[in-house]
């Protein structure tokens, strides 16, 4: 396994698992966020840019999210 694949095995299993608590807590969402910014940019490092811009997406969805939460 080459290094951008482990990043891309990182990123996704960690969105995985911050989906899953959040709701334990707030900021459960706000790595959930972080870990789509990765994801996206392992998107664009492998070459699938619809990958990255949709994980792109993700992020900004999950950080107005975050910022509405109490």
Do not use: H, N
């Not at 482990?6 to 698992?17: D, H, I, N, Q, S």
Request: hydrophobic content about 60%.
């Amino acid at each position: 396994m080459d290094a951008l694949t482990a990043f891309g095995l990182f990123a996704v299993t960690a969105m995985l698992v911050c989906y899953a608590l959040e709701d334990r807590a707030r900021w459960f969402i706000l790595a959930f966020a972080a870990s789509c910014a990765l994801g996206s940019i392992y998107g664009f490092l492998q070459g699938a840019w619809p990958f990255g811009l949709v994980e792109s997406i993700w992020a900004a969805v999950a950080l107005k999210r975050w910022s509405k939460r109490p």
